[in-house]
């Protein structure tokens, strides 16, 4: 029996006695013969509370003394599971990220895992403990802080250790069985997957899928280390996510994999910009310089009798002040007519690397959202998805219409919804 990275979510410790099940089940995987080490999220919405009292006192926090307060709430969950195992009769130790050798760089609220040196954590497990550490924060390399990895960044810390300590497999406990075919608070009838591959898992994280974190995804992957994405809140077997078909069941990989949906999005329309060369690349730069991640572009094919023409671009609401502030300072290099700002868009996608060798599905995705009478505004493309723009009050009916023309449905409502806010 090997090691074993175990990632508990904050709805999973929500109260004392979330922490004490997960306890439990904690000794349970050390009773079976494993080496176990456990990262731990805040109790419940603690990083959401600490934020806002941020904000009571200060609108613009500081980084650094913004990383300080949040790493507090890890710092609570893990000593006290530390405890509640103790309690059981076990020996157990908690470790700061810094502690347990989380070395990033110095971007506070974002920073990036560079190496991590689990010396301590080694000890500790060859002591005979099971070794609990912080999620979601490290220690910069140069300057020695203490930094976070950006929201829901616990299971980049569970996968970041795990490929350090050479761990068998990255168990990520959450509110829901596992990874299914469509967002289980959305589609009732969304099965669960038993297998999935990296890379259709990387597409879904990425458009809009919140079960896992892109990042945390990537480096799975860059390591080879299997993620089992499963309850705390039932004993069920849950998803893996690794190269090759593992757990249970060897399962074959699905044409379709499933449809995601993202709301936090919104969409930026230059309109009457002149056709000529440059004139796209002086937008996109000014977006670029002031560090905007754009998703989709569309481009109108332009009216012969003005030569002018509209570019749309989609990119995260919460950068939309920044992007319309920056194209309006290109206004007059470029001479555009006007900016467009929407924010009330979804963005839906159909995953599945099924689709490189399966024609139709295209077709197939068009139909089933003109047959909900829902309108497409932009289109993007992968080799293994398909994404479209429509309005956000029809994201709920295009989710569901997708996945029945998909034969995603299950014939039971399994989706189980345990707890938290599927954040
Ligand atoms: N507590 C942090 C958050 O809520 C980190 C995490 O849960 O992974 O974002
Ligand atoms: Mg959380």
Same mark, same amino acid.
């Given at each position: 029996? /090997?090691?074993?990275?175990?990632?508990? /979510?904050?709805?999973?410790?929500?109260?004392?006695?979330?922490?004490?099940?997960?306890?439990?089940?904690? =000794?349970?995987?050390?009773?079976?013969?494993?080496?176990?080490?456990?990262?731990?999220?805040?109790?419940?919405?603690?990083?959401?509370?600490?934020?806002?009292?941020?904000?009571?006192?200060?609108?613009?926090?500081? @980084?650094?003394?913004?990383?300080?307060?949040?790493?507090?709430?890890?710092?609570?969950?893990?000593?006290?599971?530390?405890?509640?195992?103790?309690?059981?009769?076990?020996?157990?130790?908690?470790?700061?990220?810094?502690?347990?050798?989380?070395?990033?760089?110095? =971007?506070?609220?974002?920073?990036?895992?560079?190496?991590?040196?689990?010396?301590?954590?080694?000890?500790?497990? &060859?002591?005979?403990?099971?070794?609990? !550490?912080?999620?979601?924060?490290? =220690?910069?390399?140069?300057?020695?802080? %203490?930094?976070?990895?950006?929201?829901?960044?616990?299971?980049?810390?569970?996968?970041?250790?795990?490929?350090?300590?050479?761990?068998?497999?990255?168990?990520?406990?959450?509110?829901?069985?596992?990874?299914?075919?469509?967002?289980?608070? !959305?589609?009732?009838?969304?099965?669960?997957?038993?297998?999935?591959?990296?890379?259709?898992?990387?597409?879904?994280?990425?458009? /809009?899928?919140?079960?896992?974190?892109?990042?945390?995804?990537?480096?799975?992957?860059?390591?080879?280390?299997?993620?089992?994405?499963?309850?705390?809140? #039932? @004993?069920?077997?849950?998803?893996?996510? #690794?190269?090759?078909?593992?757990?249970?069941? +060897?399962?074959?990989?699905? %044409?379709?994999?499933?449809?995601?949906?993202?709301?936090?999005?919104?969409?930026?329309?230059?309109?009457?910009?002149?056709?000529?060369?440059?004139?796209?690349?002086?937008?996109?730069?000014?977006?670029?310089?002031?560090?905007?991640?754009?998703?989709?572009?569309?481009?109108?094919?332009?009216?012969?009798?003005? @030569?002018?023409?509209?570019?749309?671009?989609?990119?995260?609401?919460?950068?939309?002040?920044?992007?319309?502030?920056?194209?309006?300072?290109?206004?007059?290099?470029?001479?555009?007519?006007?900016?467009?700002?929407?924010?009330? %868009?979804? +963005?839906?996608?159909?995953?599945?690397?099924?689709?490189?060798?399966?024609?139709?599905?295209?077709?197939?995705?068009?139909?089933?959202?003109?047959?909900?009478? =829902?309108?497409?505004?932009?289109?993007?493309?992968?080799?293994?998805?398909?994404?479209?723009?429509?309005?956000?009050?029809?994201?709920?009916?295009?989710?569901?219409?997708?996945?029945?023309?998909?034969?995603? &449905?299950?014939?039971? &409502?399994?989706?189980?919804?345990?707890?938290?806010?599927?954040?």
């Amino acid at each position: 029996m /090997g090691l074993v990275v175990q990632k508990y /979510g904050g709805s999973s410790v929500a109260d004392a006695e979330g922490i004490k099940r997960v306890a439990k089940r904690i =000794v349970d995987a050390k009773k079976n013969g494993h080496q176990v080490v456990v990262v731990v999220s805040a109790m419940g919405d603690t990083t959401d509370e600490l934020i806002d009292l941020a904000g009571q006192v200060s609108p613009i926090p500081a @980084g650094r003394e913004f990383d300080m307060l949040l790493t507090a709430g890890e710092r609570i969950s893990m000593a006290l599971l530390a405890m509640a195992i103790k309690n059981l009769g076990h020996e157990a130790q908690s470790f700061t990220g810094s502690q347990a050798g989380v070395i990033t760089d110095s =971007v506070h609220n974002k920073a990036r895992i560079i190496d991590v040196t689990p010396g301590r954590i080694r000890t500790a497990l &060859d002591e005979g403990n099971i070794a609990i !550490v912080a999620g979601f924060q490290g =220690v910069s390399q140069d300057k020695k802080d %203490i930094t976070t990895l950006g929201r829901g960044g616990s299971d980049t810390t569970a996968v970041a250790l795990a490929a350090a300590l050479e761990a068998e497999v990255c168990e990520i406990y959450t509110d829901v069985d596992g990874v299914f075919t469509a967002d289980p608070r !959305v589609v009732t009838k969304a099965r669960k997957i038993d297998w999935i591959s990296f890379e259709d898992m990387l597409e879904l994280a990425s458009s /809009g899928s919140k079960v896992l974190l892109h990042r945390c995804v990537e480096y799975a992957r860059r390591y080879n280390i299997p993620i089992h994405v499963r309850s705390s809140f #039932s @004993g069920l077997q849950g998803t893996w996510v #690794s190269n090759e078909p593992q757990g249970d069941r +060897k399962v074959e990989q699905a %044409i379709i994999s499933g449809v995601a949906h993202d709301t936090s999005e919104a969409k930026i329309t230059v309109v009457g910009v002149p056709d000529k060369p440059g004139e796209a690349a002086t937008i996109f730069r000014a977006i670029a310089d002031n560090q905007i991640n754009i998703d989709m572009i569309v481009q109108n094919v332009s009216a012969a009798s003005t @030569g002018l023409t509209d570019i749309s671009f989609t990119l995260p609401k919460t950068e939309g002040r920044k992007a319309i502030d920056a194209l309006e300072k290109t206004k007059p290099t470029i001479g555009f007519e006007s900016l467009r700002y929407d924010d009330q %868009i979804a +963005k839906i996608s159909l995953v599945g690397a099924g689709m490189k060798t399966n024609p139709g599905v295209t077709a197939g995705f068009f139909e089933a959202l003109s047959d909900a009478g =829902v309108n497409i505004e932009l289109i993007s493309t992968s080799e293994i998805r398909i994404s479209v723009v429509t309005r956000a009050d029809e994201v709920t009916e295009a989710v569901r219409a997708v996945h029945t023309a998909f034969g995603l &449905d299950s014939d039971s &409502d399994e989706a189980v919804v345990y707890g938290g806010t599927g954040r």
